[in-house]
């Protein structure tokens, strides 16, 4: 019986079966206006305020030792969130997520179990090198999930394009996508080489990972 009241209780969203189709058919989605600008604006407020309190660690693959190493390949300063200690803004940017998460598990089966996101300020000049987001023997990052907090009027010649490396028919294609503010990318954390490039003004971006396991 309680199955069947689910089967009834369930509305097909379109913009959601857009990304499973997107996701099934090229491995990434791109979507435009996932957060509204209203959102945007109360996050970047946040990211920046925490910023400015010096919350941020210098984003770091190995440890000290390896800083030099690791400048080399990214840039970035982050704060990772933590969704117990939620304040409006980010329950707002959790209730999304959760939403989009519980219509993937329900509709594709996925398995979603955990998520963790971070902040990230890609200071002028700083970039990403190519990788993958999956470590060495952790394969419980399935779908990437990266959103933009710029300002409007963001502009191609700022940089900080996100490039994912793109197999077609056996050709590596590059897929050129700006940061733009509200937009939402989510790609297969395990397939996508992707990198950012050298940013010339500051770069805000909220990224995630949704996780088996
Ligand atoms: O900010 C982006 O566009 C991508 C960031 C990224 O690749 C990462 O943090 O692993
Ligand atoms: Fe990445």
Redesign the pocket.
């Known amino acids: 019986m309680n199955q069947l009241f689910e089967a009834i209780d369930f509305v097909e969203n379109s913009l959601y079966e857009q990304i499973i189709s997107d996701i099934g058919t090229k491995q990434y989605s791109i979507i435009e206006n996932f957060f509204s600008e209203e959102d945007v604006l109360v996050l970047r407020q946040l990211l920046l305020e925490k910023y400015e309190e010096d919350a941020f660690k210098k984003a770091a693959i190995g440890n000290r030792f390896e800083e030099t190493i690791v400048k080399s390949i990214r840039g970035?300063v982050i704060l990772w969130m933590d969704e117990t200690k939620a304040d409006a803004a980010e329950l707002l940017f959790f209730n999304k997520i959760n939403d989009l998460v519980n219509y993937l598990n329900k509709t594709c089966f996925m398995g979603i179990l955990h998520k963790e996101f971070h902040y990230?300020i890609y200071p002028k000049n700083t970039f990403?090198k190519r990788?993958i987001?999956t470590f060495q023997n952790d394969d419980r990052r399935k779908l990437?999930f990266?959103c933009y907090l710029n300002e409007d009027g963001w502009l191609p010649e700022n940089g900080g394009e996100?490039v994912l490396y793109l197999n077609e028919n056996g050709e590596e294609v590059e897929k050129i996508i700006y940061?733009f503010p509200g937009r939402v990318?989510i790609f297969e954390s395990q397939i996508i080489e992707?990198e950012?490039k050298p940013v010339n003004t500051q770069r805000l971006?909220i990224?995630g990972w949704l996780k088996t396991r």
């Open positions: 970035d990230a990403y990788h987001d990437s990266v996100l940061p990318v992707h950012v971006s990224t």
